[in-house]
């Protein structure tokens, strides 16, 4: 017949745990402090890369989108906030704020002739017109994150989908599966 553990043996087994739990929160201890740490010294790099690369990021759009898909990938929004480090260091915010003050300007003086919707590439035309510049100086991506920023204004601006193509609803209604078959059908009827 097999004996049991006494006590002492119990105790023995007790404190072997209490010893591979106190190990194991000082490695997950470590483990986080050195995660804070390289991410603390990637976003020190990220704002030196942002000053070097101030002005091509702000004339360039493809450059710029580029540079807001590395800052998502780690987690920094530099549209955050308008008083931001990243606002100050880049004035991007104030870009994309200008940009969304735009669009609605754009939005209100079409609405006779498109109902409250348009093409997200004829929207951008309007505004390089706008804007007096080329057409590659202001990306579709810039567009939508402006207006993403609109978003603030309640539910009137939006970006839906219509087939292929991508329509700015600038007006106060809710577009349904029918609406939006509709339009579909409507785009394959033009094309």
């Excluded at 969304?100 to 017109?129: F, P, W, Y």
């Amino acid at each position: 017949m097999r004996r049991r553990p006494g006590i002492a043996g119990l105790q023995n087994a007790a404190a072997t745990r209490d010893k591979f739990l106190l190990v194991r929160a000082n490695v997950a201890k470590v483990r986080t402090d050195v995660m804070q740490e390289q991410l603390a010294t990637f976003r020190s790099q990220l704002d030196e890369f942002a000053r070097k690369h101030k002005s091509d990021i702000r004339k360039n759009s493809v450059f710029r989108q580029q540079f807001h898909e590395m800052c998502a990938k780690v987690g920094v929004d530099p549209l955050a906030s308008n008083k931001g480090v990243w606002a100050e260091l880049l004035g991007i915010g104030d870009f994309y704020y200008e940009l969304g003050v735009q669009i609605v300007d754009v939005c209100i003086a079409t609405i006779s002739h498109n109902g409250g919707l348009i093409d997200l590439i004829e929207l951008r035309k309007l505004l390089c017109q706008k804007r007096k510049t080329d057409l590659g100086s202001l990306s579709s991506d810039d567009c939508l994150r402006a207006i993403s920023k609109l978003k603030v204004l309640g539910s009137r601006f939006e970006v839906i989908s219509a087939g292929k193509k991508k329509l700015v609803r600038s007006v106060p209604t809710e577009l349904n599966k029918d609406y939006k078959g509709i339009l579909e059908l409507a785009q394959v009827c033009v094309s």
